[in-house]
């Protein structure tokens, strides 16, 4: 017996995961390396708390919107 196929809203048409920004590996492993702060000249990165809100919505969004293989 197959499963049933999932049906959602029209959420999934209008709504699709964030991507975030790192600051470049590089820089991150410069700052470990010298043991400082990462430095984010010009506010280009997203926070650590901002990443882990679109890591939810990411995955609250492939739960609901994304097929079952």
């Given at each position: 017996?197959?499963?049933t196929?999932?049906t959602?809203s029209?959420?999934c048409?209008?709504?699709?995961?964030l991507?975030?920004?790192l600051?470049?590996?590089?820089?991150?492993?410069?700052?470990q390396?010298e043991g400082r702060e990462?430095?984010d000249?010009?506010?280009k990165?997203d926070s650590?708390?901002?990443r882990?809100?679109?890591g939810?919505?990411?995955?609250r969004?492939r739960?609901?919107?994304e097929?079952?293989?």
């Amino acid at each position: 017996m197959q499963p049933t196929p999932k049906t959602v809203s029209d959420h999934c048409l209008i709504d699709a995961p964030l991507p975030y920004t790192l600051v470049p590996k590089v820089e991150r492993d410069a700052a470990q390396a010298e043991g400082r702060e990462v430095h984010d000249d010009g506010n280009k990165a997203d926070s650590d708390a901002l990443r882990d809100q679109i890591g939810e919505h990411n995955a609250r969004w492939r739960a609901v919107c994304e097929p079952r293989e």
